[in-house]
């Protein structure tokens, strides 16, 4: 498949580009939201969709043991199955989070875990995750990666470090002239000197962009600014760069100041479903009493579906109706700024503004 990445203008750190796949183009900086089980939370494809969302990520250890690999395949691959045109990102999911049969393991062949369905041991590999992510047909696909515990000592994360090398090598000579896109996962935790061995290693190997991997762990914001720069300053410029689990306002704009091509973030939907819309104004609760008689969009500035409908009074109706249409109309209108939050910054990188000001009442 015809993968194609050009960077468009450097403001400082921050950087525009455009990502072609097939015929597709996507601007970047791009928001890409997580559908593990190929959907957003309770959103269905076509509702991200309208909030001009462009790039989805799917977690293939989910999808292969349910709906099951071969069904996707046989009805026509990700996009058709899902009924999703844009952009989607198969990653082999976290399989820290499987009944591993042992936990901690390091080992260069793969991951041993039980199947959830039929309880036998089966065998992970680097391999057979590009096996199956070709299978389901998505436009860009993760390396397996072995991504160590962010607070697991030097020894540890250095290992982990040259099995996850192993693993890129293995990976990438599954790849055959029809495969989608292969990233390369970047591991080393929080130490330099390994973040450095990592990328060594994977540049050696003609992987089409990179993931920073290893960053969820990290529960501070600072510490994830710092880890994030020292890993963009080894990663070559001409190649595509993305981050996964964005979890606070502070890293979004940490990936966005970095150069951060594709940002995989459920933040809206997270909001969504605590009742809190994003506003210019930062993020309101709109459960609270002082809504209830509120004519006003969330949003004054927004023109999303939910803005041009529904006021902020009926929103806070539904939410304390425990009505699940409430969350789902918060989420819309999230996506549908945050996105636009992000087109922005773009905009404004573009013409060599900062992008701290975008995002000053978030932060
Ligand atoms: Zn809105």
């Not at 601007?27 to 089980?37: D, F, G, H, W």
């Not at 860009?140 to 996850?164: C, G, R």
């Not at 450095?196 to 992987?207: G, N, V, Y």
């Not at 979890?247 to 939907?269: F, H, R, W, Y």
Request: charged share 20%; hydrophobic share 40%.
């Amino acid at each position: 498949m015809k993968f194609d990445f050009k960077l468009q203008h450097h403001a400082e750190t921050a950087r525009a580009a455009q990502l072609t796949i097939g015929r597709q183009p996507l601007e970047t900086p791009s928001l890409i939201m997580p559908a593990p089980a190929l959907t957003v939370h309770d959103l269905a494809p076509a509702e991200v969709k309208r909030s001009q969302i462009k790039g989805l990520s799917i977690d293939e250890s989910i999808i292969s043991q349910n709906p099951g690999t071969e069904t996707v395949r046989d009805l026509g691959g990700l996009h058709r199955f899902m009924a999703w045109d844009g952009l989607v990102i198969a990653k082999p999911g976290d399989f820290r989070h499987l009944p591993l049969v042992k936990k901690n393991h390091l080992t260069k062949d793969g991951v041993r875990f039980h199947d959830v369905k039929t309880g036998a041991v089966r065998l992970m590999t680097p391999q057979t995750v590009i096996e199956s992510q070709t299978e389901l047909q998505p436009d860009i696909m993760l390396m397996l990666s072995q991504t160590p515990s962010y607070y697991a000592p030097y020894d540890y994360v250095e290992k982990a470090v040259a099995i996850n090398s192993a693993w890129a090598a293995a990976a990438i000579q599954k790849l055959t002239a029809d495969s989608p896109a292969l990233f390369g996962v970047m591991q080393g935790a929080g130490f330099a000197q390994l973040r450095k061995q990592s990328i060594e290693a994977l540049a050696k190997m003609d992987f089409s962009g990179y993931v920073i991997g290893g960053l969820s762990d990290i529960d501070n914001d600072k510490e994830f600014d710092r880890v994030l720069k020292l890993s963009v300053d080894l990663l070559p410029a001409d190649k595509a760069r993305m981050v996964v689990d964005i979890q606070s306002s502070a890293q979004l704009v940490s990936a966005l100041k970095n150069g951060i091509d594709l940002i995989e973030t459920s933040l809206p939907t997270h909001w969504g479903r605590y009742g809190k819309a994003l506003t210019a104004q930062g993020l309101l609760p709109i459960k609270k009493a002082r809504f209830a008689a509120d004519p006003q969009p969330l949003a004054e500035d927004c023109h999303c579906p939910v803005c041009e409908q529904y006021s902020r009074a009926y929103l806070r109706h539904l939410l304390h109706m425990d009505n699940s249409v409430g969350p789902r109309l918060i989420s819309q209108h999230n996506l549908w700024y945050l996105r636009q939050l992000v087109s922005q910054a773009r905009l404004a990188i573009m013409h060599d503004q900062p992008i701290t000001a975008i995002f000053e009442n978030l932060i």
